[in-house]
């Protein structure tokens, strides 16, 4: 494995010599104008940091801010589409994966505003795309300048060495590691927001460059590690805002809950580091489709997504706005009639994900935060007043 530095654990801003009016503001309102990256990454759950090492992440980590109570979706495609909009999964109708070489299925909507087309700078996407098929999509929903794969490596070529590329709408095939390529495609852009996808830690397992496992384990612990390596590459003599996550849960080969409404499948690593930022951990709950949320209000900008709540107030060390967390599921892609859903508060979760062989009901209730199942015959009065509340809270029905 490559070793490279790790990065600074928090990333400042320095003028040198003279301060001008420009430095001045930044310092003033770092979150208006510094750069931001957003980082998202593929199937890296908590079990898998556990078992890597990954310096640049823990740097990150220590840093910046941690959200210990951050959620996403169950899987790939309608968490891509929720951080891009900032939409729940019914308003966009990608609720599950979109599937490689199915074309005529249904897709995300350009009538859709994404954060790319809200903000009022130059917006560069790098890597996993996975919410659409038409290879202009990126670029017709306002980022300047796109460079990635549209689908899951495994979906578009054959692994992490051979994959079709397209870059703002012109495809051919790229045979470097595709971690590597992501990240040599983002130092080259000079956007005042990144927002970069990478790939690792999904399937194919395949040793990065420099790696030796031969089980697919090892391989993907591997992958993770290279991932924590361009990191670090990425962010050397960076400064400006950091937001890591990752799409959903560790695969369940490994240990995770990936695919499920259970705290391993939707509960993910999510870190903001950056100038301002409040270092240390929160239990403030916040979701994926309130980043879009969160850089209007970096920037002074409105928006208009019902759902999308600004967790800018956490990061400034103050309360959050948003009461009650909210994840779903559903296929095939945008029909909701099979819908499966999970909502929580700081103290409760309530969800209608089955278990058809445990013999529970079909809405069960839980204690959080360690999500212990609480039996209908067990119910205090709290907990009845509870499952009222998270019920009629729920945005669609049940």
């Not at 590691?177 to 983002?186: E, G, L, P, S």
């Not at 920037?299 to 779903?328: A, C, I, K, M, T």
């Not at 969800?351 to 209908?376: C, H, K, V, W």
């Amino acid at each position: 494995m490559r070793i490279l530095p790790g990065i600074i654990g928090s990333v400042t801003w320095v003028a040198v010599g003279f301060t001008s009016p420009r430095v001045i503001a930044e310092e003033a309102n770092p979150f208006a104008k510094l750069p931001i990256t957003i980082i998202l990454m593929d199937d890296v759950g908590y079990e898998l940091l556990d078992r890597a090492a990954t310096p640049n992440i823990d740097a990150l980590t220590t840093g910046g801010l941690e959200f210990t109570r951050a959620w996403v979706y169950p899987a790939c495609s309608p968490t891509r589409a929720a951080i891009l909009t900032g939409l729940y999964p019914t308003r966009t109708g990608i609720g599950s994966v979109l599937k490689w070489g199915n074309k005529s299925a249904f897709s995300l909507g350009l009538e859709h505003t994404t954060f790319a087309e809200l903000l009022n700078e130059p917006v560069h996407a790098f890597g996993k795309w996975h919410v659409s098929y038409r290879h202009t999509d990126p670029n017709s929903q306002g980022f300047d300048h796109y460079a990635g794969s549209l689908f899951n490596l495994n979906g578009s070529g054959t692994g992490y060495y051979n994959w079709l590329q397209t870059v703002d709408g012109a495809t051919s095939t790229q045979t470097t590691y595709a971690t590597t390529a992501t990240t040599d495609f983002a130092l080259n852009s000079s956007a005042g927001v990144r927002y970069i996808a990478y790939h690792a830690a999904h399937a194919p397992a395949e040793n990065p460059p420099g790696g030796s496992a031969t089980n697919d384990a090892g391989k993907t612990v591997e992958m993770v590690e290279f991932l924590d390596s361009d990191i670090g590459r990425l962010l050397q003599n960076y400064h400006g805002y950091v937001f890591l996550l990752s799409d959903n849960g560790t695969d369940i080969a490994y240990g995770g809950g990936k695919g499920s409404l259970t705290e391993p499948g939707i509960r993910v690593p999510f870190v903001v580091n950056g100038p301002g930022v409040q270092p240390g951990q929160t239990d403030a709950l916040v979701n994926g489709v309130d980043i879009l949320g969160t850089l209007a209000d970096m920037r002074g900008l409105p928006h208009e997504s019902p759902d999308s709540q600004s967790f800018l107030s956490v990061l400034r060390g103050r309360e959050g706005l948003r009461r009650y967390n909210y994840s779903e599921f559903f296929k095939p892609n945008p029909d909701t009639t099979n819908r499966t859903w999970a909502i929580c508060d700081q103290s409760y979760k309530l969800t209608n994900e089955g278990l058809p062989s445990t013999g529970q009901p079909a809405i069960r209730l839980f204690s959080m935060p360690e999500e212990i199942y609480i039996p209908d015959a067990a119910y205090t009065a709290r907990d009845q007043e509870a499952r009222k509340r998270l019920m009629e809270k729920l945005p669609f029905g049940a």
